[in-house]
T-cell receptor, first 112, second 112 residues
Framework: GESVGLHLPTLSVQEGDNSIINCAYS??????FIWYKQESGKGPQFIID?????DKRQGQRVTVLLNKTVKHLSLQIAATQPGDSAVYFC???????????FGQGTRLTINP | KAGVTQTPRYLIKTRGQQVTLSCSPI?????VSWYQQTPGQGLQFLFE???????NKGNFPGRFSGRQFSNSRSEMNVSTLELGDSALYLC???????????FGEGSWLTVV
């Protein structure tokens, strides 16, 4: 349904700590999931993706975990740096379709 | 390789006017999609084009339209602008059959 005045969840972490950003997706038929990072004034930047036949995928300093049973996705960022400050969005899609459904986003703030 | 390019970056229009936004996808990408981002509604899918044909459409009124040219470049048009159309309009592209969708920096539209 529609949301009026989205309240953006916020996560504050100490520099050097690990960050975990969570996301619940809505469509059990979705089979492709993406995490994007959006810095102020910029467009979403692709971070990492995962297909529904996987439950974990690792990239450089990032790991995505997928739990299809509870329709939950998480993004783990290791050794968080100041440059990681941004809003992070999860998005779901059907394989081959080009119609992303986005979560509301989480604002990650790094404390020095 | 150049990313997704959107023009103009910023524009101000008056209620009732119309606006055209332009997008050049990543070289070789044939799918172009458009999203609207507002603080209240988040990121929402507008439509997607592939080989000059609209394949998917989101839940927006008919005032929002788009097209794609033979070189895969795309434009979107909003007619009879309303104050609520003020938003960041994002264009994204992907390769044929590809799942990874890359975004441009967006066009900031303010309707006064």
């Amino acid at each position: 349904g529609e949301s009026v005045g989205l309240h953006l969840p916020t996560l504050s972490v100490q520099e050097g700590d690990n960050s975990i950003i969570n996301c619940a997706y809505s469509n059990s038929a979705s089979d492709y999931f993406i995490w994007y990072k959006q810095e102020s004034g910029k467009g979403p930047q692709f971070i990492i993706d995962i297909r529904s036949n996987m439950d974990k995928r690792q990239g450089q300093r990032v790991t995505v975990l997928l739990n299809k049973t509870v329709k939950h996705l998480s993004l783990q960022i290791a050794a968080t740096q100041p440059g990681d400050s941004a809003v992070y969005f999860c998005a779901e899609n059907m394989e081959g379709a080009q119609k992303l459904v986005f979560g509301q986003g989480t604002r990650l703030t790094i404390n020095p | 390789k150049a990313g997704v390019t959107q023009t103009p970056r910023y524009l101000i229009k008056t209620r009732g006017q119309q606006v055209t936004l332009s997008c050049s996808p990543i070289s070789g990408h044939r799918s172009v999609s458009w999203y609207q981002q507002t603080p209240g509604q988040g990121l929402q899918f507008l439509f997607e084009y592939f080989s000059e044909t609209q394949r998917n459409k989101g839940n927006f009124p008919g005032r929002f339209s788009g097209r794609q040219f033979s070189n895969s470049r795309s434009e979107m048009n909003v007619s009879t602008l309303e104050l609520g159309d003020s938003a960041l309009y994002l264009c994204a592209s992907s390769s044929a059959g590809g799942n990874t969708i890359y975004f441009g920096e967006g066009s900031w539209l303010t309707v006064v």
